[in-house]
């Protein structure tokens, strides 16, 4: 066995190492119970063996007969004294077809890694896509080579097949085929924005449906890798995913991660707002974040998360998800709240005193109504008036 003291080696060093070397590619119990003595950093130890077992150096650099050798040589001792010159030619040239395989290996793994089905790697690709600049108040589909489609009306219906070609409103484009990455065999990421004051459907390519609210942000593969399904949320959403145990159902947040295998539920996750929250309808999920406990809920629940703690409540599912009929629930809440909600999904805003704000209220809205409508209709339960100026309403207290 080698008596050499390897004490405070760097992985460099550990790379030109020959006894290191044939230990990684070739072990045996006395080689590891040997390196598991010595004193060196597990990163610079494991980094060093990450490495070697990723590159393919090729066998003819050691033969059976200098692997015995050399074996001979590290027990002796004296295999540094002997073989100096010659090492230092060999390992230079070990080491360079290492770092030149290293490095197209690190061209590589981005794309291996893609489409595996992890959460993190899929939220870097998805999150950090970026949104071309628009005045338009339409909804956007965005592809993934950043051409824009605007989609007029005040409700969008998009549905994608198993292929990717893409139904806007009951007209059918052919987007995928013209698409560069989708003929590269590359993941094709579409992205769909909903302004406030919009609403929209958008049927998947699993054939999963997917409501979306006002002022939100999708981002979805066109056609879902074979091993996952995993889409991006910045907003509000109602999701209906149909049943796939090979293929877990992954909703991203900037918060938390929502991961189902076939249910019904609501996330409302909006970046601005610093908050998120997961109503179960039917089905099962599990909300997590990295390095955090995970929360599973069943149906009936809420959990809520404030950037700070996580809340799991029983609360009346259609209270949450009612918006995706048109139709605003609440119970007990008040108006500043309503007119938060109000002003998010009709786009317009809403302004009222502190008093008027504290006002508690229970009923339902039917937010097809125009917006003036609705907001008189509490004039019906409580002695408030509204008032429209410059585009924006104003709610108080009638004196």
């Known amino acids: 066995m080698a008596q050499k003291d390897y004490s405070g080696y760097k992985a460099e060093d550990l790379l030109n190492d020959d006894y290191f070397i044939h230990s990684v590619r070739q072990p045996t119990p006395e080689s590891d119970a040997f390196w598991e003595n010595q004193d060196i950093e597990h990163k610079e130890a494991e980094w060093a063996k990450f490495i070697i077992e990723c590159m393919q150096v090729k066998e003819e650099e050691f033969s059976d007969e ?88 005040k409700n969008a219906e998009i549905e994608y097949d198993k292929q990717g070609t893409v139904t806007i409103n009951t007209d059918n484009h052919s987007l995928a085929d013209n698409n560069e990455s989708c003929k590269a065999n590359q993941p094709v990421f579409n992205q769909l924005i909903v302004p406030l004051g919009k609403r929209s459907k958008l049927t998947l390519s699993d054939g999963s449906e997917m409501w979306i609210n006002a002022g939100t942000r999708v981002v979805y593969p066109t056609v879902f890798e074979p091993d996952n399904r995993t889409i991006f949320v910045d907003g509000e959403i109602y999701l209906s995913v149909v049943p796939d145990k090979s293929r877990p159902f992954i909703v991203q947040t900037n918060y938390m991660d929502v991961q189902v295998l076939g249910t019904s539920f609501d996330v409302s996750a909006y970046k601005k707002d610093g908050f998120f929250s997961v ?119 009638t004196e």
């Open 279 to 397: 109503v179960l309808v039917s089905g099962s999920v599990v909300a997590n974040k990295a390095g955090q406990p995970e929360y599973k809920i069943v149906p009936g629940e809420r959990l809520a998360h404030d950037g700070q703690s996580v809340r799991i409540s029983k609360v009346n599912t259609d209270d949450y998800t009612s918006w995706k009929d048109g139709l605003f629930h609440f119970k007990s809440e008040n108006m500043q709240t309503i007119i938060q909600r109000l002003s998010h999904y009709y786009g317009k805003a809403i302004v009222c005193d502190e008093k008027t704000a504290n006002l508690k209220f229970s009923g339902k809205l039917d937010l097809m109504d125009d917006l003036k409508d609705v907001l008189n209709g509490f004039g019906n339960t409580a002695p408030v008036s509204v008032r429209e100026q410059n585009g924006a309403f104003y709610v108080h207290l």
């Open 66 to 153: 200098e692997v015995d050798a050399l074996w001979e040589r590290i027990q002796a001792g004296n295999a540094q004294r002997e073989l100096k010159k010659s090492q230092k030619i060999r390992h230079l040239y070990i080491f360079l077809s290492m770092a030149a395989s290293f490095l197209l290996m690190l061209v590589a793994v981005p794309w291996l890694f893609q489409g595996t089905g992890n959460p993190a790697e899929n939220r870097i690709d998805m999150a950090a896509l970026s949104v071309p600049q628009t005045n338009s108040q339409d909804i956007q589909l965005i592809l993934s080579d950043e051409r824009q489609m605007p989609i007029e009306g």
